[in-house]
């Protein structure tokens, strides 16, 4: 039987552009802390994987600051400030803030003090994407890398996080990206690396791997693969409407009202589609496309393992035992057409004997 993976909102495949970057960078014996040549020349690459990361955020390569993830990275920005954010962020933000923000039925969140708040820019069940206030504390940046145009420096937050995994990148390496000038105190002390904001010898064949993901993510980017990922994903869309029964899509409508009677929907990442089919559980959805050979998530990667409801979708309007029915199907470079066809067939015949026991 051959697997379609369809969750690349929780990772991605490494690149081979990445694995190569990170095969060259075994050679490199130095540490870059160290004066000798060894030293310099770890010091030389991982300075130039700051440089192509930067470039790939549009931001400066001095206010990278390479972490262990989007998580640290979090939290390097975010522990004892008393930020404020709504339910709908990922856990890495939420749980260092008060979760007190307003959250429509499409997702959208309004944030009157931006310099007190974080803001997601996409997230990654609905894929709904935020407008963000000037001034923002910190933006999470991680699911829109690499799927959307932006630049950081342009965006005016202080602070946001990313993580290589989700753009093709190695697992366990991410970076915090700060607006010039910002103070953060590391939470991390000892040798004071990172410009004494992040201690501890640096992950050289992570960050090479990121910044080599990272351009080349950019170059698909430019070249408008996402759009036709985009174009593949309506047309999922279409055919799960076509397959299934009293179906609702978060982002696109609201708390089950149509969006076209609602007012008009945000923009999506052009990867994702929530899904809720009412009475049918979606880690129930998850095991049973696992077993005819697809892999697709209930939510967040970090929480799906628990059976709950989405806190995302209660937050946004759901009820709970419809937010307790969504399925997360986020696709890649390389799913085609005929692919999710074959998904959405065998996603309707379960979904109808699904509903056929109730």
Same mark, same amino acid.
């Given at each position: 039987? /051959?697997?379609?993976? =369809?969750?690349?909102?929780?990772?991605?495949?490494?690149?081979?552009?990445?694995?190569?970057?990170?095969?060259?960078?075994?050679?490199?014996?130095?540490?870059?802390?160290?004066?000798?040549?060894?030293?310099?020349?770890?010091?030389?690459?991982?300075?130039?994987?700051?440089?192509?990361?930067?470039?790939?955020?549009?931001?400066?390569? +001095?206010?990278?600051?390479?972490?262990?993830?989007?998580?640290?990275?979090?939290?390097?920005?975010?522990?004892?400030?008393?930020?404020?954010?709504?339910?709908?962020?990922?856990?890495?933000?939420?749980?260092?803030? /008060?979760?007190? =923000?307003?959250?429509?039925?499409?997702?959208?969140?309004?944030?009157?003090?931006?310099?007190?708040?974080?803001?997601?820019?996409?997230?990654? /069940?609905?894929?709904?994407? +935020?407008?963000?206030?000037?001034?923002?504390?910190?933006?999470?940046?991680? +699911?829109?890398?690499?799927?959307?145009?932006?630049?950081?420096?342009?965006?005016?937050?202080?602070?946001?996080?990313?993580?290589?995994?989700?753009?093709?990148?190695?697992?366990?390496?991410?970076?915090?990206?700060?607006?010039?000038?910002?103070?953060?105190?590391?939470?991390?002390?000892?040798?004071? +690396?990172?410009?004494?904001?992040?201690?501890? !010898? &640096?992950?050289?064949?992570?960050?090479?791997?990121?910044?080599?993901?990272?351009?080349?993510?950019?170059?698909?980017?430019?070249?408008?693969?996402?759009?036709?990922?985009?174009?593949?994903?309506?047309?999922?869309?279409?055919?799960? /409407?076509?397959?299934?029964?009293?179906?609702?899509?978060?982002?696109? &409508?609201?708390?089950?009202?149509?969006?076209?009677?609602?007012?008009?929907?945000?923009?999506?990442?052009?990867?994702?589609?929530?899904?809720?089919?009412?009475?049918?559980?979606?880690? !129930?959805?998850?095991?049973?496309?696992?077993?005819?050979?697809?892999?697709?998530?209930?939510?967040?990667?970090?929480?799906?393992?628990?059976?709950?409801?989405?806190?995302?979708?209660?937050?946004?309007?759901?009820?709970?035992?419809?937010?307790?029915?969504?399925?997360?199907?986020?696709?890649?470079?390389?799913?085609?057409?005929?692919?999710?066809?074959?998904?959405? &067939?065998?996603?309707?015949?379960?979904?109808?004997?699904?509903?056929?026991?109730?």
């Amino acid at each position: 039987m /051959e697997r379609l993976y =369809l969750d690349w909102n929780a990772t991605t495949p490494l690149r081979p552009e990445a694995r190569a970057a990170m095969v060259a960078a075994m050679d490199i014996v130095g540490n870059p802390s160290s004066v000798h040549a060894e030293g310099r020349a770890a010091k030389s690459a991982l300075e130039r994987a700051r440089a192509d990361l930067a470039e790939a955020l549009g931001a400066d390569g +001095q206010d990278i600051v390479f972490t262990s993830g989007a998580t640290e990275a979090a939290a390097l920005a975010l522990s004892g400030r008393g930020i404020h954010a709504a339910e709908i962020e990922h856990d890495a933000v939420s749980s260092w803030c /008060e979760t007190d =923000l307003a959250v429509d039925g499409f997702g959208r969140v309004s944030a009157p003090d931006p310099a007190q708040s974080a803001l997601q820019l996409a997230n990654s /069940e609905t894929g709904v994407i +935020q407008d963000l206030p000037q001034g923002l504390w910190l933006s999470d940046l991680t +699911q829109a890398f690499g799927k959307v145009p932006f630049a950081f420096n342009w965006m005016g937050a202080t602070c946001g996080i990313v993580s290589a995994h989700k753009l093709g990148g190695p697992k366990g390496v991410g970076a915090l990206v700060l607006r010039r000038g910002t103070d953060i105190s590391a939470q991390l002390k000892g040798g004071g +690396q990172e410009m004494g904001r992040r201690a501890g !010898t &640096e992950n050289l064949l992570g960050a090479v791997g990121f910044a080599a993901a990272a351009k080349a993510a950019m170059r698909d980017l430019e070249a408008g693969l996402w759009e036709e990922i985009a174009e593949i994903r309506n047309i999922l869309k279409t055919a799960l /409407e076509e397959a299934g029964q009293r179906l609702y899509f978060p982002g696109w &409508e609201t708390s089950g009202i149509q969006a076209g009677d609602g007012g008009e929907g945000p923009s999506i990442l052009p990867n994702t589609l929530s899904v809720i089919a009412p009475g049918w559980k979606g880690e !129930t959805q998850v095991m049973r496309m696992d077993l005819m050979g697809f892999a697709v998530s209930a939510g967040s990667a970090c929480s799906s393992g628990k059976v709950r409801a989405s806190r995302v979708l209660r937050a946004m309007g759901w009820p709970e035992d419809q937010a307790a029915c969504a399925m997360r199907v986020s696709l890649g470079p390389g799913i085609t057409r005929e692919q999710v066809l074959r998904f959405a &067939e065998s996603w309707g015949k379960a979904h109808a004997k699904a509903l056929a026991r109730k």
